[in-house]
């Protein structure tokens, strides 16, 4: 089976682009990339052209998600396993591609609706240096796990579940969490080195993006910036604490679209073997409206 091999970059809507622009910046650390195009700004983390594109289209929600395949034969072995699982897709004309800094782009929905995109070739700046927004400790850990994960909202977790395995990932229920009377299942999928590079199970009312994880290579940055999200009365929306799932310790914030950013450090590698927790190991408790995974909680023993 052909498999994608990280989420390499992803767009999201915004309603306030300059105001997006000095948070992505100012509080994330990541490096603005201005071409010219009035409608949009890009977001580096490393040496590729970008990893997010804001879109000035007032949406407040993820755009799109860009799934990497390794090179040219690998997109065209996609396209025909996606072709015999009856999925939909449509293989982006060359200005597409070149909209998103890649040489070749295909295009499709996930079950719950979410726009998707696999892609190969991505543009890499080895002769532009990453320059952090603001000062950093260290830099962005991407490199083969790619930009970090994200959760997403699915409807039928099931449909989701073999979507994603259809373009090469593993996974499954990593998380049961008990909610009164009901359990909550979350689904991760797998694709590299990380933990999960996508999962679903949780989402907001309105929104089709829950949060997206970006880590970072020095834990100092992680305090740091967490010390400027309270300095700026940013709403934090997960206290500190460390996952069960990828050992991440993490903090989760609001940004100015209302989803989430999740700021880790440590994570540990994929196991490939399925297993699932009740609650992480210590710490995120909940706070302004997060959700609650924090082994304090009652009814999750």
Known sequence: MIQVTELGYMGVGVKNLEEWKNFATGIVG?????????????????????????HADGSDDLAYLGFRVAGAEEFSAMQTQLAEAGIKFRVGASEEAEERRVLEVLKLNDPGGNPIEVYHGPLVQFSKPFYPGRPMHGRFKTGAGGLGHCIIGEKDL??????????????????????GKRVVELVFMHC???????????????????????????????????????????????????????????FYFRNPSGWMFEYGWGARAATYQSEYFVEDVYGHQPENGGFDISPNKTENR
């Open 30 to 54: 990541m490096e603005l990339v201005d071409d010219g195009e009035s409608d949009r700004c890009y977001l580096r983390m490393d040496y590729q052209h970008h990893r997010i594109v804001l």
């Open 192 to 250: 590299n080195e990380r933990d999960h590079t996508v999962a679903f199970g949780v989402g907001g009312p309105d929104k089709r993006l829950n949060h997206v994880m970006i880590e970072v290579d020095n834990l100092d940055d992680v305090g740091m910036t967490y010390d400027l999200v309270r300095r700026n009365k940013i709403p934090v929306t997960i206290q500190p604490g460390k996952h069960s799932n990828d050992h991440m310790y993490s």
């Open 158 to 179: 099931a449909a989701a579940q073999r979507f994603y395995t259809q373009l090469g990932m593993r996974g499954g229920t990593e998380y049961k969490i008990r909610m």
